[in-house]
């Protein structure tokens, strides 16, 4: 089924590099065992417990949260979170640590927080990225996304790269990516970036994506800040993301500085979040015009994590999330899942109404996943051509599974610039349907459920 496209190479000499996804093909490392063995957890006796995850504000609710409370020197949740491992290299942003899932450097301290470690021995780095299981957050129509969380920056000097972002699902970078906090060479700044459209190049001039640039955050690697980002979709027309530093707003961007096609591809569906410690890469470097992390680097910075949080604002009409019922097309026929069958590649058709489960559909992950019978609808092998059939697929947070409601009825797809197609304004029960591009006619409008 869809699979996910590895990005290309970012060259290594640019200003700002994306916080790439990760490549699946790695080994164990033997290096990050022997670092372990030598790594000796201590949590600062003057460290206070961490602050509550705050409540939702008035009017939102409360859709991911981690206090990171237990033991110290265990790992995070299991169910909130997953390892990324493997070296640096292969997330091509020039780092030059190794990824590891030992607890020399990703653990809870015992006062909840989440300490994720950089350690060298001899000119080798091990760190820790973590992420959650799927893409979980997102913000429906008509509404808002919050995503916040306390975080100490490290100290250590050059080389430095603590991060806490957001990822699309699928391709790189048009499934979209929303860095939060990014600083480099523990300078006590912070920087927040969108990356968009295409590579390289485009609209959101990748790899550096649209930034605020580092910004001064006094303070920062002495004591615990809160580092924000609200995605506003409440008017869907003109989408916003907003960045904040406790509380106080330093940088935007909005849909009309990419277009509306560009902005729905990357930020109109749900996105994981990430935390990661980088060494070394083309941001440090490029920050301080040398190669990092150099003599003056230290092991051992920590990034610590008080808590995360994401919330989210009830949609309007557009689609933001529904009770299960039928999708009712051209002709007065339904969207069916033929013969009711969960399994994989299954079609899915138009066919007479009829009130079955096959034909009842909800809108979940922000109002841009249709869900029936525990699947997903989907365009088969993730294809973007015209006349790509669709089916029914198990839920897998890919970009071919993503549909955005637009105004005029059409059930848009921003992986394949393409809307859910009855073919051939068919009439007759059972033909499957398909994508095709977006022509605004009856054989492409879609009644949702209410």
Not at 188 to 208: D, F, K, L, M, R
Not at 216 to 228: K, P, R, V
Not at 243 to 258: I, P, R
Not at 276 to 295: E, Q, R, W, Y
Request: charged share 10%; net charge negative; glycine share 14%.
């Amino acid at each position: 089924m869809p699979s996910r496209t590895i990005p290309h190479p970012v060259p290594h000499h640019l200003p700002h590099h994306p916080r790439r996804p990760l490549r699946r093909l790695f080994r164990r490392w033997a290096a990050a065992a022997l670092v372990a063995a030598l790594a000796v957890l201590v949590t600062p006796a003057t460290r206070a417990a961490a602050a509550a995850v705050p409540p939702p504000p008035a009017g939102w609710t409360t859709v991911f949260s981690d206090d990171f409370s237990g033991p110290a020197g265990s790992a995070p949740s299991a169910a909130n979170w997953t390892y990324d491992t493997g070296p640096g290299s292969n997330f091509g942003t020039g780092e030059i640590e190794t990824m590891t899932n030992s607890t020399s450097n990703v653990h809870l301290d015992g006062n909840g927080h989440l300490d994720i470690t950089a350690l060298g021995n001899g000119g080798s780095w091990t760190s820790g990225r973590i992420h959650t299981p799927s893409a979980l957050v997102g913000a429906p129509a008509g509404g808002k996304l919050e995503v916040t969380a306390g975080i100490q920056q490290p100290a250590g000097g050059p080389g430095y790269w603590p991060a806490f972002w957001m990822l699309g699902p699928g391709q790189w970078p048009e499934n979209g990516e929303i860095d939060i906090m990014e600083d480099v060479n523990s300078l006590s700044e912070v920087a927040g970036t969108i990356h968009c459209g295409t590579y390289p190049g485009g609209v959101c001039n990748e790899g550096n994506g649209i930034g605020s640039g580092l910004q001064a955050c006094s303070g920062c690697q002495s004591g615990f800040h809160t580092y924000s980002m609200i995605l506003d979709r409440t008017n869907t027309a003109a989408e916003s993301i907003t960045w904040y530093l406790d509380g106080a707003a330093y940088f935007s961007v909005n849909e009309s500085q990419v277009g509306s096609a560009v902005w729905q591809q990357a930020f109109d569906h749900n996105l994981s979040i990430i935390f990661d410690l980088a060494i070394g890469g083309g941001f440090p470097n490029g920050v301080c015009g040398c190669t990092t992390p150099t003599s003056a680097t230290t092991s051992g910075g920590t990034m610590s994590v008080g808590y995360v949080a994401a919330y989210t604002t009830n949609g309007g009409s557009g689609g933001g999330g529904s009770g299960g019922g039928p999708v009712v097309g051209y002709g007065g026929l339904c969207l069916d899942d033929r013969s009711g069958s969960t399994a994989d590649y299954n079609p899915v058709q138009v066919y007479t109404c009829n009130g079955t489960p096959a034909q009842q559909w909800t809108f979940v992950q922000a109002g841009s996943t249709l869900h029936a019978l525990g699947k997903c609808l989907d365009i088969n092998g993730g294809g973007t051509a015209n006349g790509t059939t669709v089916d029914l697929y198990t839920c897998n947070n890919t970009a071919a599974q993503v549909w955005i409601p637009q105004s005029d009825g059409a059930l848009y797809n921003p992986q394949s610039n393409r809307c859910l197609d009855d073919t051939g304004w068919s009439t007759t029960p059972g033909t499957q349907v398909q994508i095709w591009d977006c022509t605004g006619s009856a054989n492409q409008q879609w009644k949702l459920p209410s």
